[in-house]
């Protein structure tokens, strides 16, 4: 019968690292995750800053460009912003037709 190694210890503390490989197994698959949920975040970050917004001088609401409320704005009175919050720090409010 051979004689088994004892499990190693952590060299401050002396705990039992007999539990480390399930230990980095979970962290592992919580890493995957965390950057499964970064990446779409990354993906609403630029759906929300990609620029293409617009609004009329006198209207209290912004669109994105291929809205159809954007369609109707008087090219006269047309101003443009370049991310979803550079209009909400003008004091427009998002079209809730287009969702900008």
Same mark, same amino acid.
């Given at each position: ?22 230990? &980095? ?27 293409? &917004? ?47």
């Amino acid at each position: 019968m051979a004689v088994k190694d004892p499990p190693p210890r952590c060299p401050e503390c002396g705990q039992s690292l007999a539990a480390a490989p399930d230990s &980095f197994r979970t962290l592992a698959l919580e890493n995957q995750q965390l950057r499964q949920q970064i990446a779409e975040l990354r993906k609403e970050v630029l759906y929300w800053n990609a620029g293409g &917004f617009v609004s009329s001088e006198i209207a209290k609401s912004f669109h994105r460009r291929d809205c159809k409320w954007a369609e109707a704005i008087n090219p006269s009175y047309m101003i443009e912003y370049e991310s979803h919050e550079e209009a909400v720090r003008a004091g427009k409010k998002p079209c809730k037709t287009c969702r900008s």
